[in-house]
Structure formats: structure tokens, C-alpha cells
């Protein structure tokens, strides 16, 4: 059980185009899901944490104009990076989980790459 | 703010026993957990430790001393399939995550 899915798991794509990350929990609600972003050989950092219908809370230094996160529905996140550039890229997780008293599982992760 | 150090790297040899630590210094906090991600993939949870004392899951099992603001992680009778990443992550109040530095750990024959 307990299964979060992530899509698409690669995307390449060219430099000014926005790109919509889908972050979906299959067999549980989600109250809360998280995104995570990790550069190669790195840790994973968190970008921000979303509650089904209200807006996402974003780290210290994430630009929220910049990386859109929806959280519409109880299995659904989307995270959406505007106008990406190549410094975007990166490896983006999100995570899922049903109360807080409860673990995050991971969904597999979404490779980007802007050219 | 919060912080996790752990080693950068680590290499044991297959059937061997490897220790990875964790120290940390942050506020409010609640428990550690351990995950393990391969290259690309997903971190996936290991064990967790709120209190003081050894977590004994199979082939891993995970330390915590609160009082030395340490864990550690220990795996036992490695298998080259074990070659991955291993994160620390500090549980927060709000049970988010605080994830630790990383230890790329590589076992060989």
C-alpha cells in the first residue's frame, strides 16, 4: 500500500517553456505532499508543503512565482515551473502523506532538464 | 536552523558490516529516520528512532543517543545491491523532514 506516483519521470525540454510536474497518491488521501528538490550527488531539499485546498508553504529562498504547486484534490499535486531555465534543472520528488501522524512516501521522481 | 552532517562517502566490502553516522543540531526535534535511495530512484524508509536506543529492522538497525545529538545507521551482512545513498532525516514538530547531508555508500566484492 501506500503508493505515490510521479509524472512523467524525464522531461527535456527548451529554455523559457513551463513545465508541469503531476504528483498523484493511488491508493490513499493525501492531506498533505510535499516537493523536494535534489541536485546530483546532494541532499534533498524541500521546496514547499501543500495542504489539500489551501496554498502551499514555501522554504526560505523559493521563489513561489516560479514554482507553482496546486494541490487540488486529495490525490493530486502538481508542482509547474515557469519559464524554466537551465538552472532548473534538477531532480524534483515529491512526496505524500495521509495525517501527520502518519509517514511521507515518496513518489519516483522527475528528471528535468532544460536546454 | 537545522543540520544533518553525515560522511560524504563510505566503502565496505561485501559481507561486511558498515556503520554510517548522523549528527545534528536543530531545534524541536522528535525523531530520526533513515532512507536509502539508488541513483534516480525514490528514497525509501528504512527505520526511525524517537527515543534513546537501538532499532533492529532485518539487516539494519538504527541508533539514537539524544543526549550526543547522534545516530547511526548500521547494515549487516552487506550486498553490493546495498551500493546507494543513505539519508538521515530529522522529523519535525509538524512531522515534515529535514533531510541530513547524504552518505553515498559502496560496496565492493
Known amino acids: 500500500g501506500a503508493v505515490v506516483s510521479q509524472h512523467p519521470s524525464r522531461v527535456i525540454c527548451k529554455s523559457g517553456t513551463s513545465v508541469k510536474i503531476e504528483c498523484r497518491s493511488l491508493?490513499?488521501?493525501?492531506?498533505?505532499m510535499f516537493w523536494y528538490r535534489q541536485f546530483p550527488k546532494k541532499s534533498l531539499m524541500l521546496m514547499a508543503t501543500s495542504n489539500e485546498g489551501s496554498k502551499a508553504t514555501y522554504e526560505q529562498g523559493v521563489e513561489k512565482d516560479k514554482f507553482l504547486i496546486n494541490h487540488a484534490s486529495l490525490t493530486l499535486s502538481t508542482l509547474t515551473v515557469t519559464s524554466a531555465h537551465p538552472e532548473d534543472s534538477s531532480f524534483y520528488i515529491c512526496?505524500?502523506?495521509?495525517?501527520?501522524?502518519?509517514?511521507?512516501?515518496f513518489g519516483d521522481g522527475t528528471r528535468l532538464s532544460i536546454l | 536552523g537545522q543540520s544533518l552532517e553525515q560522511p560524504s562517502e563510505v566503502t565496505a566490502v561485501e559481507g561486511a558490516i558498515v556503520q554510517i553516522n548522523c549528527t545534528y543540531q536543530?531545534?524541536?526535534?522528535?525523531?530520526l529516520s533513515w532512507y536509502q535511495q539508488h541513483d534516480g530512484g525514490a528514497p525509501t524508509f528504512l527505520s526511525y528512532?524517537?527515543?534513546?536506543g537501538l532499532e533492529e529492522t532485518g539487516r539494519f538497525s538504527s541508533f539514537l543517543s539524544r543526549s550526543d545529538s547522534y545516530g547511526y545507521l548500521l547494515l549487516q551482512e552487506l550486498q553490493m545491491k546495498d551500493s546507494a545513498s543513505y539519508f538521515c532525516a530529522e522529523r519535525t514538530g509538524a512531522n515534515n523532514l529535514f533531510f541530513g547531508t547524504g552518505t553515498r555508500l559502496t560496496v565492493i566484492p
Open positions: 491508493d490513499f488521501q493525501a492531506t498533505t
Open positions: 536543530t531545534s524541536g526535534f522528535y525523531g
Open positions: 528512532n524517537a527515543l534513546d
Open positions: 512526496s505524500a502523506r495521509s495525517d501527520s501522524n502518519q509517514p511521507q512516501h
